[in-house]
């Protein structure tokens, strides 16, 4: 659905971001986490043509961003932190000026959206008497019009309250799962996007230090025994484990911990410990970023 | 730009003023000394003391006094106010480009231009005919351009019609370098600030006698040709070369603001 091809950026002396590949799969919600200033929002923008890449490529369903960028935003929908409209017009008003930035949309869509967003009651309202969370569903609602397949947010959590992030939550669930949305969102309020991501790439300083599925992220275990370099390089040569660090390994898909119990015991070894690591986002990312990306 | 209330506030605020100095014209003194030039000159008062000569004198004043700050400011908003507010971003986030957008907003700064000076010219009129009651035939006096005309009524009318058009023409140059900042990096207030500086500084050096034979490169040398269609006969060599000398102006003030703004970072 997407893909970002050594991409670099550049803001004066400061390397925004930094060789960055990454594909979002089609139907997936993905994660892009990081410290702020980490070049989430930087890469963000390249994404929708408004930060020019220094280098690489970028692409929306094969569509290069910046030479055919009516081709590849054609059903892209994208919402920002704080999300801003014309606060002397309508919500209705407002809907109509961002459709007319796409192709025509109907009335009759217009009305969709309005009532997905469950803005019905206050739509005819003026921008400016809307509160947060009212302007965060008519963000919604202008990023749904174009038919989208993909939507992009920029910190949408920010400056909600708990119910208004559980809301946001629930809602990039279900429109992922009913309406086979692909979601690509930045955030740091990881406990959030553990609840919602299907993969996860993390920045730091502009480089990327992970990505992939979430639950690739998972299968680490914590591995402490004796000639551990030789137990590790005999595992990975008989294809039970994918990664080793720093006595931590991660299993082959399908293999439980038990499997590498039995396996090493038999061939000699003196295990002390084999105990998963039970990640949640939060200490996966911390970890991520510890490890400066080796997790 | 049209569903701001402030673009209509504009148009109530140029009422105003035009109300005022209709009213002020009508001061004893200002009255007394326009009456003074026409009888200099073999004229009477009560022919030429109408609506046509008064709205011409209004107008002037008007665009004096407001019109190069309202469209400065108008203009000096367009892009940067929406890149200032993040509504850019939102408007970005759509499949449009930023030439077709620019297009657009350029387009509708020239409409207001437009739109503007005609009401200024239709208010004007409308309102020094019914204060006088009669629209007389048209005096202008220009002194520092050397115009001095008198006209009849249908050849007044249709010469003020003109001159209006002109004018418009005139103006675009003071909407188009504001336009331009605003589509550099930099604040609203800034884009009108720089453009009014520009246009200000230009009029003061036009008219240190110093710069009398660089008089052709200034700006303002050739935007005041609007009166010269007051002339008789029109000197349109003179008057053409001025706006062919607008229209490249005009020109490369958009394709520079344009460039810039499609090259250019929005913040994120």
């Known amino acids: ?295 | 730009m049209f569903a701001r209330k402030r673009t209509y506030i504009g148009y109530g605020a140029f009422f105003v003023v035009q109300v005022t100095i209709l009213g002020l014209l009508q001061l004893p003194a200002a009255r007394e000394s326009f009456e003074q030039l026409l009888k200099d000159n073999g004229y009477g008062l009560d022919e030429f003391y109408g609506g046509l000569t008064l709205s011409v004198v209004m107008i002037v004043a008007t665009f004096m006094l407001l019109g190069a700050l309202y469209l400065a400011l108008v203009a000096g908003d367009i892009i940067s106010k929406e890149v200032e507010e993040g509504t850019m971003r939102m408007v970005l986030a759509r499949p449009i480009s930023r030439l077709r957008l620019l297009v657009i907003k350029w387009a509708s700064c020239t409409v207001y231009t437009v739109t503007l000076i005609a009401f200024l010219g239709v208010v004007a009129l409308v309102a020094a005919t019914l204060y006088r009651g009669y629209l007389g035939k048209l005096f202008v006096f220009a002194p520092e351009e050397g115009l001095f005309a008198v006209f009849d009524t249908a050849e007044g009318l249709w010469r003020y019609a003109r001159g209006m058009l002109f004018l418009a023409l005139s103006a675009q140059v003071i909407s188009n370098m504001a336009f331009m900042f605003s589509c550099f990096r930099m604040k609203p207030a800034a884009a009108t600030i720089i453009t009014l500086s520009i246009l200000f500084f230009d009029v003061v050096l036009r008219n240190i006698p110093y710069f009398e034979s660089y008089k052709r490169f200034f700006i303002t040398n050739h935007t005041v040709k609007w009166t010269h269609t007051f002339f008789d006969p029109v000197a349109w060599h003179t008057v053409g070369q001025s706006y062919i000398y607008l229209l490249a102006l005009n020109a490369t003030l958009v394709i520079v603001g344009m460039v810039r703004f499609c090259t250019r970072d929005l913040k994120v």
């Open chain 1, 1 to 295: 659905m997407i893909e970002l091809e050594h991409v670099n950026k550049r803001f004066g002396k400061q390397h925004a971001v930094v060789d960055l590949s990454l594909v979002v799969p089609e139907g997936s919600v993905f994660g892009l986490l990081g410290h702020n200033g980490a070049g989430k929002s930087t890469a963000l923008g390249m994404l929708l043509g408004q930060v020019f890449p220094d280098s690489g490529a970028l692409r929306i369903e094969g569509r290069d961003v910046f030479a055919d960028r009516p081709g590849a935003l054609r059903r892209v929908g994208a919402i920002f932190e704080s999300p801003v409209f014309y606060n002397y017009l309508s919500g209705w008003r407002n809907l109509c000026i961002f459709a007319s930035y796409s192709h025509p949309v109907p009335r009759r869509r217009i009305d969709e959206v309005v009532e997905l967003v469950g803005l019905t009651g206050r739509i005819h309202d003026r921008v400016g008497a809307y509160s947060h969370g009212m302007r965060q569903r008519l963000a919604l609602a202008q990023a749904l019009l174009p038919d989208s397949k993909l939507l992009i947010l920029d910190e949408p959590a920010d400056g909600l309250d708990p119910e208004g992030i559980a809301e946001l939550r629930d809602l990039i669930a279900r429109l992922n799962r009913e309406m086979g949305l692909t979601i690509l969102f930045s955030s740091h309020h990881l406990s959030e996007a553990d609840q919602v991501c299907t993969h996860v790439a993390v920045m730091r300083q502009g480089r990327l230090l992970h990505s992939g599925a979430w639950h690739d992220a998972h299968g680490w275990v914590e591995l402490q025994v004796d000639r551990a370099d030789e137990a590790v390089a005999q595992l990975q040569s008989l294809g039970m484990v994918t990664e080793a660090v720093d006595g931590r390994v991660r299993l082959s898909e399908g293999l439980e911990p038990a499997d590498l119990t039995e396996h090493l015991v038999r061939s000699g070894f003196r295990v002390s410990t084999v105990k998963p690591i039970k990640l949640t986002l939060e200490s996966f990312y911390l970890k991520t970023i510890d490890d400066g990306g080796a997790a």
